[in-house]
């Protein structure tokens, strides 16, 4: 993709995140960074044990559960997501986690069903996972500490969290012991291994799990969000002058925020970097290539793939995801599946 457009496809992206939050909303929500970086900072934050979630199927593929880090919302404390099976035998092939970005909801909804079914054509099983408070997962009421009286019945979008310091943390927490509970789930019904590919706030979360998780064989980090300290929760980018300015009065605790065991960098995975590998657009407008180029060194350079896509086009790359695939089989002791694929992938990487 030309540089110019997938720039283009970002911008228009970073415009639309922001829309109807208020600039009230944001210095409103600006509280408990105390408590924040107090909970970030407590071992518990990702605990060492994990227990196996308890699967309930609601048709072949649709399964829910209990979360193991219960919120105050009742919406959010149950987990949706998916498992496509492969037709035979499905207990002993790999299984590949899909973890979704932010407010993706088409893309989770239509592209992640063709992602699996080209997984299992490639030998593998799929799972996708409703991150917190996103999907399914809305909740239906905000009660803020300054308008609890007065707040309105009403869905709450997935931006409003992250302006909530304390949720947003509580969030992040809740999203890695729900990845981890389907693993163990997973690994108990005899899968051999699993695997973690996650784009964006997906690829985020991965990288968390895995600086926690030794039972994960592998994990691929698409167009990975590093830290709190996103660009457009600075307020770069957005035209809209008050909002811009709002986001930009948030820098400081989002500065103090990457203090913490969210910041990817400050941390070291628990699986060998051979089974690490990175996705880096080019053009990526939304994120930042840097920060990604930092965590690729702290984490002593594993495979990294920089590819001519921004943010958003990657997933419109041709071949990308037979690519991903083809590197993930022999990790994933599935030797095999490397004959199912197609070759067809893009050359383009450094």
Same mark, same amino acid.
């Given at each position: 993709?030309? $540089?110019?457009?997938?720039?283009?496809i970002d911008w228009c992206v970073i415009q639309a995140v922001p829309l109807g939050i208020s600039p009230r909303k944001c210095?409103? &929500? &600006?509280?408990?960074?105390?408590?924040?970086?107090?909970?970030?900072?407590?071992?518990n934050f990702i605990p060492a044990d994990s227990k196996p979630a308890e699967l309930e199927f609601t048709s072949d593929i649709?399964f829910k559960f209990p979360s193991p880090r219960p919120c105050e919302f009742a919406e959010n404390n149950v987990v949706h997501? %998916?498992?496509?099976? +492969?037709?035979?035998?499905?207990?002993?092939?790999?299984?590949?986690?899909?973890?979704? =970005? /932010?407010?993706?909801?088409?893309?989770?909804?239509?592209?992640?069903?063709?992602?699996?079914?080209? +997984?299992?054509?490639?030998?593998?099983?799929?799972?996708?996972?409703?991150?917190?408070?996103?999907?399914?997962?809305?909740?239906?009421?905000?009660?803020?500490?300054?308008?609890?009286?007065?707040?309105?019945?009403?869905?709450?979008?997935?931006?409003?969290?992250?302006?909530?310091? *304390?949720?947003?943390?509580?969030?992040?927490?809740?999203?890695?012991?729900?990845?981890?509970?389907?693993?163990?789930?997973?690994?108990? %019904?005899? +899968?051999?291994? #699993?695997?973690?590919? /996650?784009?964006?706030? /997906?690829?985020?979360?991965?990288?968390?799990?895995?600086?926690?998780?030794?039972?994960?064989? $592998?994990? #691929?980090? =698409?167009?990975?969000? #590093?830290?709190?300290?996103?660009?457009? *929760?600075?307020?770069?980018?957005?035209?809209?002058?008050? #909002?811009?300015?709002?986001?930009?009065? %948030?820098?400081?605790?989002?500065?103090?925020?990457?203090?913490?065991?969210?910041?990817?960098?400050?941390?070291?995975?628990?699986?060998?970097?051979?089974?690490?590998?990175?996705?880096?657009?080019?053009?990526?407008?939304?994120?930042?290539?840097?920060?990604?180029?930092?965590?690729?060194?702290?984490?002593?350079?594993?495979?990294?793939?920089?590819?001519?896509?921004?943010?958003?086009?990657?997933?419109?790359?041709? /071949?990308?995801?037979? @690519?991903?695939? @083809?590197?993930? $089989?022999? %990790?994933?002791?599935?030797?095999?599946?490397?004959?199912?694929?197609?070759?067809?992938?893009?050359?383009?990487?450094?």
């Open positions: 993709m030309i $540089a110019p457009l997938a720039k283009f210095d409103q &929500n &600006n509280t408990k960074l105390t408590e924040a970086i107090e909970f970030l900072n407590e071992p649709h997501g %998916r498992l496509y099976r +492969c037709p035979d035998a499905w207990q002993k092939r790999p299984v590949i986690v899909l973890l979704h =970005g /932010g407010q993706e909801y088409l893309h989770y909804r239509f592209g992640y069903a063709l992602l699996a079914r080209r +997984c299992n054509r490639a030998g593998f099983n799929a799972a996708t996972l409703v991150a917190p408070y996103h999907f399914q997962r809305r909740v239906r009421r905000i009660e803020s500490d300054q308008l609890r009286s007065a707040e309105p019945m009403r869905l709450a979008e997935p931006f409003e969290f992250v302006l909530d310091h *304390l949720r947003s943390a509580e969030a992040i927490g809740q999203a890695v012991a729900e990845i981890r509970a389907l693993t163990g789930w997973l690994l108990e %019904r005899g +899968c051999p291994s #699993v695997a973690l590919l /996650g784009l964006s706030f /997906g690829a985020w979360l991965a990288g968390l799990a895995a600086t926690r998780d030794s039972r994960l064989k $592998a994990i #691929v980090l =698409g167009v990975p969000r #590093v830290r709190s300290n996103y660009p457009v *929760l600075r307020g770069e980018g957005v035209l809209w002058t008050p #909002v811009r300015k709002a986001l930009e009065r %948030r820098k400081a605790a989002l500065e103090a925020w990457d203090t913490t065991p969210s910041n990817l960098t400050l941390s070291q995975p628990v699986i060998p970097k051979e089974n690490i590998l990175f996705i880096r657009g080019r053009y990526d407008f939304l994120a930042s290539p840097e920060s990604i180029e930092e965590l690729w060194q702290k984490w002593d350079q594993p495979e990294i793939w920089r590819l001519p896509h921004g943010h958003i086009s990657s997933i419109f790359t041709l /071949g990308l995801t037979n @690519r991903v695939l @083809r590197w993930l $089989a022999p %990790r994933l002791d599935a030797p095999a599946a490397t004959k199912t694929v197609s070759r067809g992938f893009p050359r383009n990487a450094e």
